[in-house]
C-alpha cells in the first residue's frame, strides 16, 4: 500500500462515482449512515451530489483518503450549524472501505477533520454513532468523551433498532477557554 494522502473533495463525476460506492458499500455490510439497504447507486449519487454543493458553498467539507487513484475512506465536517453555534463543528459519515480497515484510514480521516476544523476556529467537536458496530471504540481513542447514550435511535440498515453514542471533544488553542462572541 502507498502512503495515504487525505484531501479536499470537490464535484466531479469521478468523486461523486467513488463516494457513492463507498456509501453502498458501507450500508450493505450493515454500517449506520443513515440509509437502509438496499440502497440504490442513484440514491448514494444523489446524497453525494448535495453534500458536495453544500461543500462548495462552505457548509460544510468533505474529505477524503486516497490510496494513488482509490478513494479508500472519507470524513463529512459539517459547518454549517445555527446562528448560536460558530464555535462548533459536527464530525459525519466516516466510513472507510472493508478492504482498507484496520490501516488506520479512519483515523487520519478524523485527525485531518479536527485540523480543517481548527483551522476554522472551532472549539468543539460532535459526532453521534450507533451502539450496535458504530465506531464509539475509535472515538473514544481519539479523545472524544461520551456525553451518553439515547436507545432505539435508528433503524439499523438491515432491520432492527440500534441506540446511538452522543460524543464531545474540545479542540484548538483555546480548548478550557468559553468562546467570546462578537456584539452585533
Known sequence: MTAIEIRT???????????????????????????????????????WDQSLVAAARGDRVVLGAFDGDVLAGTV?????????QPHRAEIAKLMTRHSYRG???????????EEYAVREGRTLLVLDTA??????????KLDFTLAGEIPDYALKPHGGLSGTLLFWKRIGSSRQKPVTLAKA
Open 76 to 84: 463529512t465536517l459539517l459547518l454549517g450549524l445555527p446562528q448560536n
Open 9 to 47: 473533495l470537490s464535484h466531479s463525476p469521478e468523486i461523486l462515482a467513488a463516494l457513492a460506492e463507498t456509501l453502498v458499500e458501507t450500508v450493505a455490510a450493515g454500517g449506520s449512515v443513515s440509509f437502509m439497504h438496499p440502497l440504490s447507486h442513484e440514491t448514494a449519487m444523489s446524497f
Open 103 to 113: 490501516r488506520g484510514i479512519a483515523t487520519a480521516l478524523m485527525q485531518a477533520a
Open 131 to 140: 451502539t450496535d458496530g458504530g465506531a464509539g471504540s475509535l472515538y473514544q
